[in-house]
């Protein structure tokens, strides 16, 4: 029978997944932020680097709102 302080019990694992999640929002804002000043280095066409620098760092946004909402608001 689960009590309710095993609900709010924290694993190793999971401390694994919210520091990988936070590690790859940080990465994804990253490549997008370097895409879009420097998109020579993954060899990007003008036209397109823009809109795959906002898309990048948009998602990485999202996936650090995310981890945000899943491990650190209680």
């Given at each position: 029978?689960?009590?309710e302080?095993?609900?709010?019990?924290?694993?190793?694992?999971?401390?694994?997944?919210?520091?990988?999640?936070?590690?790859m929002?940080?990465?994804y804002?990253?490549?997008?932020?370097?895409?879009?000043?420097?998109?020579?280095?993954?060899?990007?066409?003008?036209?397109?680097?823009?809109?795959?620098g906002?898309?990048?760092i948009?998602?990485?946004?999202?996936?650090?709102f995310k981890?945000y909402?899943?491990?650190?608001?209680?």
């Amino acid at each position: 029978m689960k009590t309710e302080s095993d609900e709010y019990k924290v694993t190793g694992m999971d401390m694994v997944i919210k520091y990988f999640g936070l590690i790859m929002a940080v990465a994804y804002i990253g490549i997008g932020a370097a895409v879009i000043t420097r998109p020579d280095i993954i060899n990007i066409h003008g036209p397109y680097a823009l809109p795959l620098g906002i898309l990048l760092i948009a998602y990485g946004l999202f996936r650090a709102f995310k981890v945000y909402q899943r491990y650190f608001q209680k």
